[in-house]
């Protein structure tokens, strides 16, 4: 089992900055891609980042050029640096771990919204 714990969001500007970050814990070898998702009211659950353990990166096409995801091994932590934050960036952003390339773990969820 992985467990994830979420922190940093919060209430923005737009224009603002944010970062989150997502502490693991638990059985983490075999961990082989961590992300970020998020999910607007009444939308469905979309990929915002996600890197792999080889460092190799992607990005959702609304986020590229703002967001930056990265890692820290000896943390066990991945984070998501937001910048130039939309207000269409508001959701809720949830943490992503994938073992063995088929069991995923995800994390409750950190509240960002970004006022006009």
Sequence with gaps: ???????????????????????????????????????????????????????HTNYAESVKGRFT??????????YLQMNSLKPEDTAVYYCKFQRFLRDNYWGQGTQVTVSS
């Excluded at 891609?33 to 659950?45: E, H, L, T, V």
Aim: aromatic letters at 4%; one cysteine or more.
């Design 1 to 55: 089992q992985v467990q994830l714990v979420e922190a940093g969001g919060g209430l923005v500007q737009a224009g603002g900055s944010l970062r989150l970050s997502c502490a693991a814990s638990g059985s983490l070898s075999g961990v082989t891609i961590m992300g970020w998702y998020r999910q607007a009211p009444g939308k469905q659950r979309e990929m915002v980042a996600i890197i792999g353990s080889t460092g």
């Design 69 to 78: 995801i990265s890692g820290d091994g000896a943390k066990n932590t991945v």
